[in-house]
């Protein structure tokens, strides 16, 4: 009976060691953590961010998060209509570089036991995205097909990132699942490079990649709300990849 019962105990001081082990990250070695009720929490934000990127640049193991820099995204589906204009595109092994030489301008935090609420303004230099891509377009009777490589270059990106949460118990620890990303960036200058591995539309396609670059802007501001859908996805996957396994009170402990 002595044997049953030190076997039981045995096990029990065995799945707790499991359990503590697997769940205990020693957060403040990747991110720096800032007191919510401090009046400096925002200048403690600014630098919590700023580290946090230079980190998550190569992803964090512990956490699961992924390399923020190179991101790679495997697919990109893209349809896009405007009176005569029409696009579909299936974009592939998308990589988005320049987030780490980002720099973070200011941050705001609003947090209660109800609602969570961060802002951070932010500055990168320079972003560029490149990938694969198969699709085609129309324009009146006009039909091309294209597929191949492309590269897009920004300069100057101005952006808020916002992200809102509710705080959410897990067994019985409070966490912050994060509901939404938001982020538009204001852009100074865009350049599209563009290959067509189909010879009959090749012609085409380097007008189109010409009228583009001339007029990027225009074509920036249409395509902006489809590109806002994916950050969204994006960035609250890779934020609950933080909120959802360190608990609220070590990420913004009271005091």
């Not at 990168?124 to 699709?135: D, L, R």
């Not at 597929?147 to 100057?156: A, E, I, L, V």
Request: aromatic share 8%; glycine share 6%; with cysteine.
């Amino acid at each position: 009976m002595n044997k049953i019962k030190m076997f039981k105990q045995s096990l029990c001081l065995l799945i707790a060691l499991v359990l503590n082990c697997n769940g205990a990250v020693d957060i403040e070695k990747y991110l720096k953590v800032c007191a919510r009720n401090s009046p400096d929490v925002n200048d403690c934000l600014v630098e919590a961010v700023e580290y946090g990127i230079s980190v998550m640049a190569d992803g964090i193991k512990d956490l699961g998060v992924p390399p923020v820099d190179p991101y790679v995204q495997k697919e990109l589906r893209l349809e896009y209509k405007n009176n005569q204009v029409q696009v579909k595109m299936n974009n592939k092994d998308i990589r988005v570089e320049g987030l780490k030489h980002s720099t973070v301008r200011d941050a705001r935090l609003r947090a209660d036991e109800d609602s969570f609420h961060l802002e951070i303004d932010m500055y990168s230099p320079a972003v560029s995205m490149s990938g694969k891509y198969e699709g085609g377009g129309s324009y009146n009777a006009l039909n091309i097909t294209a597929r191949g490589t492309y590269q897009t270059n920004m300069t100057d990106l101005v952006y808020t990132w916002k992200l809102d949460g509710k705080p959410e118990t897990i067994n019985n620890e409070v966490y912050v699942r994060i509901k939404s990303f938001y982020m538009r960036p204001d852009v100074t200058s865009m350049k599209v490079h563009l290959t067509n591995d189909s010879p009959e539309s090749k012609e085409l396609t380097e007008l189109g990649v010409r009228l583009v670059n001339e007029n990027w802007k225009v074509l920036y501001k249409e395509l902006l709300p489809f590109a806002m859908t994916n950050w969204n996805k994006i960035g609250t996957k890779v934020a609950n990849k933080v909120f959802l396994k360190v608990p609220y009170n070590r990420l913004f402990p009271n005091n």
